[in-house]
C-alpha cells in the first residue's frame, strides 16, 4: 500500500489543479452517505468530535477519512485537527493508499471555497479578509488566486500575533497583506470576506458588509458553532456545498429558528452551480454568502488526484485504469 506523507500529498495537490479537479467530481457525483459523528471526552478540555466521512464511485475508487477535531488543542500549541485517509479500489476493496488527510481536508475545503467563490464573487474581486489564522485559513488566498486576481489580504484573527504571523507569511508570498485589528473596518475594503474558525459566537455583521461583497463560511460544522449573525442572511442570495449543511451548520439553524432564513431560500448547492443549472452571481451589488460543511466527495477527489499523480510521476500505472474521479 503507498503511504504518501505530508510534503508529498501537498505537492500532489497544487490549487491550479485541484480547483477544476473538484468541479468534475461535483458534476460527475459519487455515493456519499451521511458522515458519522461522535463527542469524545477530552478530560475536562473542551470535547472532541470524531468524524467519519465515507465515499465512493462504483467501479473506481472507494475512501474513507477520519477527523479528529479538539478545539482546546489550541492552548497547548497544537492544530486542532487531525485526520488520516485511506484510498480503495472499489472493485475489491484492496487498500491502496494512505494518504495525510490532513493535507488532504485543508487544501480541498480552501479549493472548494475558491471554487464557489468562482461563481460567487465579482470577477473583478482582488481584495480579501481571511478570519482566522489557522491551518486552512493560510490556505485560502492561495486557493482564491488560482479564481480571483487576489492582490491585498487582511487577515484578523482572536489572537493577533497568530494573525500578525500569518499577514508577514502572505506577504512573503507575495501578497500585499497586514494585519486587521477589527473586523468592521476589514470589511470597508474587502470584495470577499471568508471565515475559516471554530467560533461559536458571531464575527460577522451583516452591518459590515458593501454591496457585491462575498460572504465564504468554512469553519462551523456544528449547530453550535457559527461565524455570521442572523442579519447576513437576511435578503442575501444564500448557497450551501450540500443538503447537510442546513442539518449540522449553526450559521444556517440559528437563522431558519429565527425565521429570518427559509431552508426555501437557499439559492442553490455547489454541484447546482458546477453543473450550470444555478448561474451563480447575478449582478455587482448582489450579497452572496457561501456556507460550507464539507462533503467526503471533495476528499475522493483530492484523495485520488494525489494518489493518481504520485503513480504517474513515478511511471506507474494507477491500479484503477480508466476510472478516475
Known amino acids: ?8 500529498t501537498r505537492a500532489l495537490l497544487p490549487f491550479g489543479k485541484l480547483v477544476p479537479a473538484l468541479r468534475d467530481a461535483l458534476i460527475r457525483g459519487c455515493e456519499v452517505p451521511q458522515r458519522h459523528s461522535h463527542a ?23 475512501g474513507v477519512k477520519t477527523v479528529t477535531i479538539y478545539p482546546g488543542n489550541t492552548q497547548s500549541g497544537l492544530p ?46 482582488a ?25 491585498r489580504v487582511a487577515v484578523w484573527d482572536i489572537n493577533a500575533s497568530q494573525g500578525e504571523a500569518l499577514a508577514a507569511r502572505l506577504q512573503a508570498d507575495g501578497f500585499d497583506a497586514r494585519f486587521a485589528p477589527t473586523i468592521a473596518a476589514a470589511c470597508e475594503d474587502a470584495d ?41 442572511f437576511d435578503a442575501t442570495s444564500v448557497f450551501v456545498d450540500t443538503s447537510e449543511a442546513v442539518l449540522k451548520a449553526g450559521d444556517l439553524l440559528h437563522p431558519i429558528g429565527a425565521g429570518v432564513l427559509m431552508a426555501a431560500d437557499i439559492r442553490a448547492m455547489l454541484a447546482d452551480l458546477c453543473q450550470q443549472r444555478h448561474p ?44 478516475a474521479m
Open 280 to 323: 451563480g452571481r447575478t449582478n455587482d451589488t448582489e450579497i452572496t454568502v457561501f456556507k460550507a460543511v464539507g462533503t467526503a466527495l471533495e476528499d475522493l477527489a483530492a484523495a485520488v488526484m494525489a494518489y493518481e499523480g504520485f503513480e504517474g510521476s513515478h511511471g506507474t500505472t494507477p491500479r484503477v485504469e480508466a476510472m
Open 1 to 8: 500500500m503507498l503511504i504518501l506523507d505530508s510534503d508529498t
Open 192 to 232: 470577499i470576506v471568508t471565515s475559516a474558525t471554530l467560533s461559536t459566537l458571531p464575527l460577522v455583521q451583516r452591518a459590515w458588509l458593501r454591496p457585491g461583497t462575498h460572504l465564504d463560511l468554512i469553519g462551523g460544522f456544528t449547530p453550535a458553532m457559527r461565524e455570521a449573525d442572523d442579519d447576513c
Open 127 to 151: 481584495s480579501m479578509l481571511v478570519l482566522g489564522a489557522g491551518r486552512v485559513a493560510s490556505l485560502l488566498p492561495h486557493a482564491y488566486r488560482a479564481v480571483r486576481p487576489i492582490e
Open 40 to 62: 469524545i471526552d477530552a478530560h475536562g478540555a473542551a470535547p472532541g468530535t470524531m468524524l467519519l466521512m465515507p465515499s465512493w464511485q462504483t467501479g473506481a475508487y472507494l
Open 80 to 125: 486542532g485537527l487531525y485526520s488520516t485517509y485511506l484510498l480503495h479500489d472499489a472493485r475489491t476493496g484492496q487498500p491502496l493508499a494512505m494518504i495525510d488527510g490532513n493535507e488532504i481536508t485543508s487544501r480541498r475545503t480552501a479549493a472548494a471555497s475558491a471554487l464557489a467563490a468562482s461563481y460567487l464573487s465579482r470577477k473583478e474581486a
